[in-house]
């Protein structure tokens, strides 16, 4: 599921269910493991083939954006579908996430923001 761009970015192309729970949970307990949180990498999370989430897979993006943010990374959701959106939209969540209109973005943009100034 998970391919290493960098040392510093994962990135991870998710499936539609059942497989989208275990990509999730893989990516929670991936995140937990590791001991130093300046270890933690920086997560994109490509939704192109994603169709529907349901509110397991929201908790699990949630889990994942809260680990994230207590390292000081990232996460990133991009190639969204409109399927995917009308969902996080409706629950007001396109307001807390992080969004790219594809991967090659989604990596630029936590490249540009980590960069030292």
């Not at 994109?44 to 954006?65: G, K």
């Not at 991009?78 to 807390?96: A, F, H, P, R, W």
């Not at 991967?103 to 030292?116: F, H, K, M, W």
Request: with cysteine; net charge negative.
């Amino acid at each position: 599921m998970s391919i290493d761009w960098s040392a510093e970015i994962a990135i991870a192309n998710l499936a539609d269910e059942p497989a989208l729970s275990d990509e999730l949970s893989s990516m929670i307990e991936q995140i937990e493991q590791v001991k130093d949180p300046k270890d933690a990498p920086h997560v994109v999370l490509d939704f192109h083939e994603v169709s529907y989430v349901n509110s397991s897979n929201i908790a699990q993006l949630l889990r994942i954006r809260k680990l994230l943010e207590s390292t000081g990374h990232r996460l990133v959701l991009c190639s969204v579908t409109d399927e995917v959106m009308s969902v996080l939209i409706v629950s007001g969540l396109n307001k807390i996430f992080s969004f790219a209109p594809d991967t090659l973005t989604a990596i630029a943009s936590v490249q540009i923001e980590d960069s030292p100034a």
